[in-house]
């Protein structure tokens, strides 16, 4: 694989983590930060920077640009249920990629 395919491959990766974090973040301060879910939502927020960092320091050392903008991901405010739901869905999404 050419490096700039691996840094493109890994700036989808970037892009999806930054998703991640967004998510797990916004769902997490609706939960409340003060209730068991959303404090584990944004928990998980905390993994998932740490994922991108370490995303962005490997494009960095193979001489590609961090990508910051983040992937589109599923918002769904109405009620846990969905809010659920959608996390599902997304991961399965992610797991053939
Ligand atoms: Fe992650």
């Given at each position: 694989m050419e490096k700039q395919a691996?840094?493109?491959?890994?700036?989808?990766?970037?892009?999806?983590?930054?998703?991640?974090?967004i998510r797990y973040l916004v769902h997490g301060w609706m939960e409340g930060e003060d209730t068991p879910l959303g404090a584990s939502l944004i928990s998980i927020s905390r993994d998932e920077m740490w994922h991108m960092h370490w995303l962005g320091m490997i494009i960095g050392e193979l001489g590609g640009e961090p990508n910051f903008t983040p992937a589109p991901y599923p918002y769904y405010p109405t009620s846990r249920a969905t809010m659920l739901k959608s996390y599902v869905e997304y991961d399965e999404k992610l797991i053939p990629h």
């Open positions: 691996l840094i493109d491959l890994l700036n989808r990766d970037l892009a999806d983590e930054h998703a991640a974090i």
